[in-house]
């Protein structure tokens, strides 16, 4: 009896064990899909190396990059921006389709991966011209998608990156952070226009204290609120909420094809 509840408790054991691995072999090997995909749209983002000695171009803020948004149409027509930040974590290209629901979990070719891709909601113009702009990314443990962005929670994140840089086909610009809040999934945030009240109760409820003032034109402001999933209850997000100042672009790097 005692030799058979034994089995029974090794082949349980095992199978949990074979299970974990299989999670975790998966786990990686969608991540290194992604990886993949994300480097393959990379090639046409020219990232300027900060640590030369060389002075920087005088086109632009040095921290820019250049985005080849022709060469990405090949890649996937559906690419309406990219967004970047120096030594943030946040280097993806944003995608938009006919729903919300079709990238949640697929990567840029389509296929099917449980890190899925940043990207607009379907409700919202290509070019940014809403009042306010939603764009979504999962939370992953990795640090992958909007990983990073939770990274805003702390004031000294903030404090060394308080802004991000949006490029789309038409325009550059610098995405002046205002606000980095936990919400419900239904909060009022989550609405192509936003009003003064919505803002005011978003900046008193930030993880950080901002440099940048609420706009005080919002029917003029063109707002971009970044969402990813957060845990400290049920359904919650994270949002960071910045505000679009359209800058000069760099110049096409030699050798860009442009």
């Not at 702009?133 to 998608?145: D, Q, R």
């Not at 610009?173 to 192509?192: E, P």
């Amino acid at each position: 009896m005692k030799k058979a509840v034994y089995y029974i408790l090794l082949a349980v054991f095992i199978g949990v064990f074979l299970f974990a691995a299989y999670q975790i072999g998966s786990y990686m090997l969608e991540k290194h899909k992604s990886d993949e995909v994300l480097k393959d749209a990379g090639k046409y983002v020219y990232i300027p190396d900060l640590s030369s000695d060389e002075e920087p171009e005088p086109e632009g803020e040095p921290e820019q990059v250049y985005v080849d948004f022709a060469a990405l149409e090949g890649v996937n027509s559906d690419i309406v921006a990219w967004l970047y930040g120096a030594d943030t974590g946040l280097n993806y290209p944003i995608v938009q389709a006919e729903d919300n629901d079709y990238y949640l979990y697929r990567l840029l070719d389509g296929t099917w991966n449980k890190n899925g891709t940043i990207f607009m909601d379907y409700v919202n113009r290509s070019d940014f011209s809403d009042q306010n702009t939603l764009v979504y990314g999962h939370h992953m443990k990795s640090g992958a998608m909007f990983g990073a962005l939770v990274q805003y929670k702390k004031q000294e994140f903030y404090d060394a990156h308080p802004y991000l840089y949006l490029y789309t086909p038409q325009q550059s610009y610098r995405l002046d952070l205002i606000a980095g809040s936990v919400v419900d999934y239904d909060d009022a945030v989550y609405s192509t226009v936003l009003s003064a009240d919505t803002l005011s109760a978003l900046v008193r409820s930030s993880r950080f204290e901002s440099r940048t003032p609420v706009p005080e034109d919002l029917s003029s402001a063109h707002l971009v609120t970044l969402s990813t999933c957060s845990y400290e209850f049920e359904d919650a997000r994270f949002v960071v909420v910045g505000v679009l100042t359209p800058i000069d672009p760099v110049a096409a790097p030699t050798g860009s094809g442009e």
